[in-house]
Structure formats: C-alpha cells, structure tokens
C-alpha cells in the first residue's frame, strides 16, 4: 500500500514549523495542505474534533496531534535517520522538560510582548526576556540544546526566531542585544535546510500582525 | 542500584502520580515530604525553574514535571509499561495526557474562585468531562489502557480522588447522577486497583486540608 502522508498547517504557525523541520530532517515526503483558521475545512474538523487546531498530521489516514506530539511520533516511526531525541533517557528527559517549557513560558510570553501597550508591554518585555536568558543559560557553550547535534528542544524553540522580528519592532527592543548566545544559536540553526525550508520571512509575519491588529481593531 | 529519592507533597495529586508509577513498576524509593509554605533548600535547588513538588532524583539527578518523570520511569524501567509500543497508539496515549494537562486546572479553578469566575471555570471543567465520556473512554475497556492502568490512567488520577474533594468543599456538582457513565465507572474501577487503592491521600484528611486553604485563596484574592 502507498504509504501518504499530509501535513495540515497554517504557515505563520511555530507548531506547524516545528513538525515541517521534523519531516525534513529525516528527508520525509509529504504533502503540505495550508489551512483557512477563519474558515476550518471539513478535514481539518475531522481530523482533529476536539481542539479544531493545526497542526495535525495524517499518516495513512490517521490523524496525529499536537506539535510535540508529532514530532516524538515522527521520530519513532523513521527511526533510520537524524535521531530527533537523544538515545539516553536522562537526557530525553531534560530535552522532553525544556520543550515544554518553551510550550509553557514562551509562547504566551511573546504574545503578550506584541499584543499589549505601555506599561504592560514594558514589564511583557522585560519577563520574556528573562525567561529567554532562562533558555540561553541551557544552551550555554553548546552547538545546540542537545549538545552537537540539533535536536529536540532545537526544534520546539526555532520557530519563534521567525517571530522575534515582529516582537521587537512591535515593543523597540532587540533581542540579539540581551541574547546574544541565543541569536548566534538561532543563525546556526538557520543553516539548516530542514529549518530555512520551514521558517518563513519574518517580514512577512509582520505584515499579517498589522493585518490581524488592524482586524481586532488595535 | 542508584538510589531513587521523590520529593513530594501529601495533597498534591501530581505527586500522587509518580508514587502510582513507582508502585506499578516496583521501584523502591525514599520519599521526601514537602511542606510547599516551607520549601527546602533540596528542593528549590533541584527544581529551581518552577520550586514545584514532584522532583524525582535517581543518582542524585533531577527531573522535574510528573508527566516528564513518568517517561523517564518508563525508559528506564521497562516492565509494567505505561506506554504502549507501538508509535500511534503512543501519540493517541500523549494527546490524552495533554488533554488533561491543558483542560485539568479548570478543576483546579472551581476550587479557588467563587462567583463568575468558578461559574465559568465549572463550564470549561464539565466540556472536559463530556469530551473525555464521549472521546476519552468511548469504546475502551475498563481503562484508558485497556485492562490495565496505563500512563493516561495516572495522569487522569486527580479526578478519580481529588475531584470529589472539591466538588465537596465548594458545593459546585460535575458528576451529576446519570450523566458521564463511562467516567463513573472508570473512577470506581481505577480505585479498586490495589496500588492505587493503597496510595491514596485521607479523604478527611484531605477535605479538612482543601477547606482551610479555600478560605485561605478567597481571602486574599
């Protein structure tokens, strides 16, 4: 039997992003099917009834959701090339712990950096910060969170570099001044096909912020 | 062997599940009790991100996160497992724990909110409930594992215990009589299993503890 394999995403997504660099490390075909969030397909409804969201992949029919979930899946399943967790389970441990930090610190830190104003901004700003030199303190001298080879947390993390454009001209603060680590990090991970393939043009994220800013009237 | 030590706290149901896990497997352990108004210094040393209880530590290395340790437990300690083999079923096991992750505190905020905010903490509480009778437990056995308790059984622990607590201490009913069947008896059949049975927290014990600490939340919000 054709084994298929569909992608269901939305492009400015960093879950989505995530399970694009997972397939295209381990050189998976698949078809990527872009998603209207205004208006959700039938497929996408089927496919994922109970959180209605992107992204899911759908292998021989079968539906996986939840980032994370799909790339552990992604790895278990194409098991012959580029290991996406390390093989000892201490360390899975810590790079499956650190993922769901950046799941539980960052990405709500960052949204409110871009969708709130004045003094709630500064301190959104200033807790993000933080919580990315949290992130960059792990990293420390290492190649990439897993050590020499990209990894895990790598992937859980990436994507939101395609976002940080936007973050800082929405609140004026560079992020490469207060992380510089984590910026030369991200560059090293941009390097990769898996990931330049799978990131969009930040500038391009910017404009559908103004636009949805513009939609909710701020 | 290399010791394994667990730092964790009598109400708390996410220690509970490590303790579940351990007891499964038959891994002996040293349990440390916190007092979480009193944190040690191990313990904020050990898990200096979040200062939360469970922390396991095995060869004196922590891992923090119930559901992260129990992954690990399950790598490292094969038998009983709580993980199926196979990929799918595997991703289909982490999507429920993750449904309980992300809806679960709705719980939680019945029992520290009153008014407004517990009425619409209630609703969100009762759409988890009704998504895991409809989808959750639909067609499964007696557990979310089959014939036996797996890691979604665990992760759903706080419900089948903690749950009736609050529902006490605030007067807010989820599990009303004749609905959610299939949850009803799930909760019967998880607690009759001897190693949960056997480690489970004084349900008096519990309600006075819950009790005063509501009070304790309500007025100082």
Not at chain 2, 61 to 81: A, G, H, T
Request: contains cysteine; negative net charge; proline residues 6%.
């Amino acid at each position: 039997m054709a084994e298929t394999l569909t992608l269901l995403d939305y492009w400015p997504s960093m879950f989505g992003m995530r399970c694009r660099i997972a397939l295209r490390e381990k050189d998976i075909k698949f078809e990527y099917q872009e998603q209207d969030l205004w208006s959700k397909s039938p497929l996408l409804l089927e496919m994922n009834p109970i959180y209605k969201k992107i992204p899911v992949l759908i292998h021989n029919g079968k539906p996986i959701c939840e980032s994370l979930i799909i790339v552990e899946y992604i790895d278990e399943t194409w098991k012959g090339k580029a290991p996406l967790l390390p093989s000892d389970p201490y360390e899975r441990a810590q790079a499956r712990f650190w993922a769901d930090y950046v799941d539980k610190k960052i990405y709500e830190g960052g949204r409110n950096v871009w969708s709130t104003t004045g003094e709630d901004q500064g301190e959104a700003k200033k807790e993000y910060i933080e919580r990315l030199k949290v992130l960059e303190g792990v990293l420390g001298d290492k190649p990439f969170f897993g050590g020499d080879s990209f990894g895990f947390t790598d992937i859980a993390l990436i994507p939101y570099y395609s976002w940080f454009y936007s973050y800082e001209i929405c609140a004026n603060f560079s992020i490469e001044a207060e992380c510089p680590k984590l910026i030369s990090w991200a560059k090293r991970c941009m390097e990769k096909e898996s990931v330049s393939e799978s990131l969009p043009d930040p500038e391009k994220i910017y404009m559908l912020l103004l636009e949805l800013k513009k939609k909710a009237g701020k | 062997m290399e010791t394994v030590k667990l730092y964790g706290a009598w109400p708390s149901p996410f220690s509970y599940r490590v303790i579940w896990a351990l007891k499964l497997k038959g891994i002996p352990f040293e349990y440390i009790e916190e007092d979480l108004s009193s944190k040690s210094p191990q313990l904020l040393q050990y898990n200096p991100v979040y200062e939360k209880v469970p922390v396991l530590v095995h060869g004196g290395r922590p891992i923090c996160e119930s559901m992260v340790i129990l992954e690990y437990l399950d790598e490292k300690w094969p038998q009983q497992p709580l993980l199926p083999s196979d990929p799918y079923k595997r991703a289909e096991a982490r999507f429920w724990v993750k449904f309980g992750e992300d809806r679960g505190p709705s719980v939680w905020m019945i029992y520290r909110t009153e008014g407004e905010k517990q009425e619409k903490a209630r609703r969100d509480a009762l759409e988890m409930l009704t998504i895991l009778e409809e989808h959750g437990l639909n067609g499964k056995k007696k557990f979310f594992g089959g014939d036996n308790i797996n890691i979604v059984d665990i992760a759903f622990g706080g419900i089948a215990h903690w749950m009736g607590v609050i529902e006490e201490i605030t007067g807010v009913k989820l599990i009303e009589d004749n609905k959610f069947p299939l949850l009803k008896a799930w909760m019967h059949n998880f607690k009759e299993v001897s190693f949960i049975n056997e480690n489970l927290p004084n349900r008096e014990k519990m309600v006075a503890f819950f009790r005063a600490r509501r009070s304790m939340i309500l007025s100082s919000a």
